[in-house]
């Protein structure tokens, strides 16, 4: 069975400061893949990052940067110079492998509700 | 670019009546997810569709059926509705491992 934990609830920033969200993961699969998702306060589930398990590289994209270590099995996302914009829900997601040529569900997080303060 | 389309958006049902959500997924894509998300929760996996084939089944309750037509748009049924059926109701389609989600259909069962 995936389980995925995010421990942080809430997080609240000022403007412009860093954040980090973590995410911890279990899976027996040695091929699966990680996600974020952002949910703002309209409701809709916005795709942000995605990360194959045979893939630890980290990157930079924009603000956003994320960190996978299998060592861990943690994937932790970071927003840089945090925005209003940002507030949201943020989930961290799992799926495995699918049999076939189909694409397991996504197993989520408890999400963290980040607020930033202007 | 063209993104997953649900209907309705909202949606107000009494108690045991029934519901039919809609989802017409991402031109090309071949997969279809449903999920159900309550009040302060995650999204929690219903059922997906692989090639209009049912491909995987998650916590859905026996009132509730799906399925996936010809044209690779999908419907969610749901029949006797509860008060705890009140949730938004995800669907997302993908083309590969990333799911792309439609706005969900909020169901408020009075």
């Known amino acids: 069975a995936q389980k995925v934990t995010q421990a942080q609830t809430e997080i609240s920033v000022v403007e412009k400061e860093d954040v980090t969200l973590d995410c911890v993961y279990e899976?027996?699969?040695?091929?699966?893949?990680l996600f974020w998702y952002k949910q703002p306060p309209s409701g809709e589930l916005v795709f942000l990052i995605r990360?194959?398990?045979?893939?630890?590289q980290n990157e930079i994209s924009g603000r956003y940067s994320w960190n996978f270590q299998k060592s861990t099995s943690s994937f932790n996302f970071t927003i840089t110079a945090s925005q209003v914009v940002d507030s949201a829900v943020y989930f961290c997601?799992?799926?495995?492998?699918?049999?076939?040529?189909?694409?397991?569900?996504?197993?989520f997080g408890q999400g963290t509700i980040l607020t930033v303060h202007p | 670019a063209a993104g997953v389309i649900q209907s309705p958006r909202h949606l107000i049902k009494e108690k045991r009546e029934t519901a039919t959500l809609k989802c017409y997924p991402i031109?090309?894509?071949?997969?279809v997810y449903w999920y159900q998300q309550g009040p302060g929760q995650d999204p929690q996996f219903l059922i997906s569709?692989?090639?209009?084939?049912?491909?995987d089944k998650g916590s859905i309750p026996d009132r509730f059926s799906a399925q996936q037509f010809s044209d690779y748009h999908s419907e969610l049924n749901m029949s006797s509705l509860e008060l705890g059926d009140s949730a938004l109701y995800f669907c997302?389609?993908?083309?590969?491992?990333?799911?792309?989600f439609g706005p969900g259909t909020r169901l408020l069962v009075l």
């Open positions: 569709f692989y090639e209009k084939m049912q491909s």
């Open positions: 990360r194959n398990s045979f893939d630890e």
């Open positions: 997302a389609s993908s083309l590969g491992s990333t799911q792309y």
């Open positions: 031109p090309r894509h071949d997969t």
């Open positions: 899976t027996r699969d040695t091929t699966y893949y």
């Open positions: 997601a799992l799926s495995e492998a699918g049999g076939g040529t189909s694409y397991g569900k996504l197993t």
